[in-house]
T-cell receptor, first 116, second 111 residues
Framework: GAVVSQHPSRVICKSGTSVKIECRSL??????MFWYRQFPKKSLMLMAT?????????EQGVEKDKFLINHASLTLSTLTVTSAHPEDSSFYIC????????????FGNGTRLTVT | RKEVEQDPGPFNVPEGATVAFNCTYS??????FFWYRQDCRKEPKLLMS???SGNEDGRFTAQLNRASQYISLLIRDSKLSDSATYLC????????????FGKGTRLSVIA
C-alpha cells in the first residue's frame, strides 16, 4: 500500500491565486521530504528538500518565495505555489524514505496543477 | 553532460520479446541505483534496486558496471502491461539525499 499520501491529486486555479499541496508520510516519520516537478515529456526535477523544523533547501533556479515549503511535523510537508501563473502548470510530486538513507524513495500520487 | 542519460526510445516490441535498456551516469561517487517505472500521468513507482553483483526479479534483470558508470535493465517475455516509461535513477551520495532521475525510456509492447 501507499506509504506517502499527497493531496489534492488535481487542481485547477486561476492565475494569481495560491495553491497548497499536502504530502503526508503514512506509518513512518519523515524528517526529510523531497519535492519534485515534472513537465510533460520531461524528467522529474528536484525542486527542494523539505526539512522538519527548519528551512527548506531549494535547488538552483527555484524561487523560494514563490514555492513556500513548510514541514511543521514529522509526517506532513506542504508546498504552496503562490501567485500561480500558467507556466507553473505542472505535475508536482513529493517523496520520502521510510527506511535508511540508501533505500529508494516512495512517491506520493502527485498533484496535477493547471493554472488558467 | 547530464547526470543520468538514457535513450528516450520509444522501443516498440511485440509481446514475448526481450528488450534491454541502458543508462549512464556521470558522477563516479554515486552510491545507489534504481529502476523506476512511470505510467502516463502517474507517479514513479520502484521497479527494482540495482546491486553491484547484478540482480533479478522475475522477468526483470538489472546490472551495474561501476567502472563504466553504466546500468542496464533487461525485460524478458514482455507483456502488454510492461508498456510504460522506465526511469534510471541514481543517488549521488549516501544518506537521506534526493534521487536524480534520467528522462526515461518509453516502452510500448504490442500485441
Amino acid at each position: 500500500g501507499a506509504v506517502v499520501s499527497q493531496h489534492p491529486s488535481r487542481v485547477i486555479c486561476k492565475s494569481g491565486t495560491s495553491v497548497k499541496i499536502e504530502c503526508r508520510s503514512l506509518d513512518f516519520q519523515a524528517t526529510t521530504m523531497f519535492w519534485y516537478r515534472q513537465f510533460p515529456k520531461k524528467s522529474l526535477m528536484l525542486m527542494a528538500t523539505s526539512n522538519e523544523g527548519s528551512k527548506a533547501t531549494y535547488e538552483q533556479g527555484v524561487e523560494k518565495d514563490k514555492f513556500l515549503i513548510n514541514h511543521a511535523s514529522l509526517t506532513l510537508s506542504t508546498l504552496t505555489v503562490t501567485s500561480a501563473h500558467p507556466e507553473d502548470s505542472s505535475f508536482y510530486i513529493c517523496s520520502a524514505r521510510s527506511t535508511g538513507g540508501n533505500s529508494p524513495l516512495h512517491f506520493g500520487n502527485g498533484t496535477r496543477l493547471t493554472v488558467t | 553532460r547530464k547526470e543520468v542519460e538514457q535513450d528516450p526510445g520509444p522501443f516498440n516490441v511485440p509481446e514475448g520479446a526481450t528488450v534491454a535498456f541502458n543508462c549512464t551516469y556521470s558522477n563516479s561517487a554515486s552510491q545507489s541505483f534504481f529502476w523506476y517505472r512511470q505510467d502516463c500521468r502517474k507517479e514513479p513507482k520502484l521497479l527494482m534496486s540495482v546491486y553491484s553483483s547484478g540482480n533479478e526479479d522475475g522477468r526483470f534483470t538489472a546490472q551495474l558496471n561501476r567502472a563504466s558508470q553504466y546500468i542496464s535493465l533487461l525485460i524478458r517475455d514482455s507483456k502488454l502491461s510492461d508498456s510504460a516509461t522506465y526511469l534510471c535513477v541514481v543517488n549521488r551520495r549516501s544518506g537521506n539525499t534526493p534521487l536524480v532521475f534520467g528522462k526515461g525510456t518509453r516502452l510500448s509492447v504490442i500485441a
